[in-house]
């Protein structure tokens, strides 16, 4: 005799197929959300009571307001840009008691999204962070649902979604403002494969050189790894002509560093490389990188301080305007690089220059 199979318990998705809705739509009448049709509302219901639906632990939790939880959704959870932050949303929750779930876009295939969102959906989340630095995560906040409370953290302004900004174009402007002010011609630029929107570190590039009357040179690109950067920097080693480059974050320029110099081009006597974050070991890299500090951490915290101001006012019937929080960063002058043509001269490491 075959052993009795146990029945599986419904999850949120069985009852969207079974109602012939979207989970996000099922999601909103769990919220008790204004913005439901009678008639979806009734077949949601019907579907609950056939498959004997229950809400998860959390989100029972959520209604009795002794669990909370916080969904992040982040293309790359690796660099170090990403992974700051997201500590920064961990810190910040915990000392509000809720907790946070992580969940990765697949960046190289946007057909796993719904997948992706249903199961954080299937949550039933209090609210939503994105860190909105490229396609998939643009694809992902069109796809939640409008009664879902979200904050973004980067991307172009935004009408619809509170957000907290990194001012990466003014980092960008900055970099390139001082480079050019050490008598470089121009500077090249290593973009990160983010979306540009006009507010990304490459619009703030090119807004300087165009400030400046100078023609921007052609990006250059390699992706997000350190080593392809280092291979980068071994075909840029015999253009002479290149004498100062941007990088687009501090593990390119790292990478950029290392290939130049193998092939003799030394940092910074023969050219100058800046970078972007200032990653934790920019300062001991031979030589300290010049680069934009951005408060990563303090970015992350702002975030959840947005995102439960809109669930309390959301919840107590308040209405609050489109919010933006800004992070601003810093420059901090290392010794990677140097005027034109001037010997090495090291400066203070870490000293800052706004």
């Not at 303090?298 to 959301?314: F, H, K, Y």
Request: hydrophobic residues 40%; aromatic residues 4%; charged residues 25%.
């Amino acid at each position: 005799m075959s052993p009795k199979r146990e029945r599986r318990t419904p999850v949120i998705s069985d009852v969207a197929a079974c109602a012939g809705v979207s989970v996000s739509t099922v999601s909103r009448y769990l919220n008790n959300s204004s913005h439901l049709s009678e008639d979806s509302s009734k077949r949601i219901a019907r579907a609950i009571e056939i498959l004997g639906y229950r809400p998860s632990s959390i989100a029972r939790g959520l209604k009795g307001s002794t669990m909370k939880l916080i969904a992040v959704l982040s293309t790359n959870t690796t660099l170090f840009g990403s992974a700051t932050t997201i500590q920064g949303i961990e810190d910040e929750a915990r000392t509000r008691g809720h907790s946070v779930m992580i969940s990765k876009l697949d960046d190289a295939d946007s057909a796993t999204l719904p997948e992706t969102l249903d199961a954080v959906l299937d949550l039933n989340p209090s609210g939503v962070v994105v860190l909105r630095y490229d396609e998939i995560a643009e694809k992902a906040l069109a796809s939640l649902p409008r009664s879902m409370p979200v904050v973004v953290i980067g991307g172009r302004p935004s009408e619809e979604y509170d957000q907290v900004s990194l001012c990466e174009k003014d980092g960008g402007r900055a970099l390139t403002d001082y480079l050019l002010s050490l008598g470089h011609d121009t500077v090249h630029h290593i973009q990160v494969p983010t979306r540009t929107d006009g507010t990304s570190r490459s619009d703030g590039w090119a807004a300087s050189l165009r400030n400046h009357g100078v023609v921007a040179p052609e990006p250059l690109q390699c992706g997000w790894e350190a080593g392809s950067a280092r291979r980068l920097g071994r075909e840029l080693a015999g253009h002479a002509d290149i004498t100062a480059i941007f990088a687009g974050n501090d593990e390119l320029a790292m990478g950029l560093i290392r290939g130049l110099e193998e092939e003799g081009r030394a940092v910074p006597d023969a050219i100058s490389v800046v970078g972007f974050d200032d990653h934790p070991i920019a300062d001991i890299w031979n030589p300290g990188l010049t680069t934009y500090r951005q408060d990563f951490t303090r970015a992350g915290r702002a975030a959840v301080e947005l995102l439960l101001e809109r669930i309390d006012a959301e919840r107590a019937g308040r209405a609050l305007p489109v919010r933006r929080t800004e992070v601003p960063g810093e420059i901090v002058i290392r010794e990677s690089a140097t005027a034109l043509g001037a010997p090495m001269t090291a400066s203070p490491a870490g000293s800052n220059r706004g």
